[in-house]
């Protein structure tokens, strides 16, 4: 199972990515689970400066913005 996390502080851009990477991951057919990190301290020990960010299992695949909807897919399916 993939862990796919957004990672920030809740603005407009996080809750894009975070609506994308869960209808990329639909769209794969895949078991996942979403987990939302508003915590700044998370989100900085996980070395994010940007957001919002999107981390698959753990490790920071994108910072600072949404990417398309293929790209998601791209990524959440290595």
């Known amino acids: 199972m993939k862990k796919i996390q957004i990672l920030g502080m809740g603005c407009p851009k996080c ?3 975070y609506a994308a990477a869960e209808e ?7 078991e996942y689970e979403m987990e939302k990190i508003a915590d700044i301290n998370k989100i900085t020990d996980m070395g994010v400066m940007m957001t919002p960010a999107l981390a698959i299992n753990g490790e920071v695949k994108i910072t600072g913005r949404v990417p398309s909807r293929e790209e998601l897919k791209k990524i959440i399916s290595e």
């Open 24 to 30: 990329a991951a639909k769209d794969l057919g895949i």
């Open 15 to 17: 809750a894009k990515l």
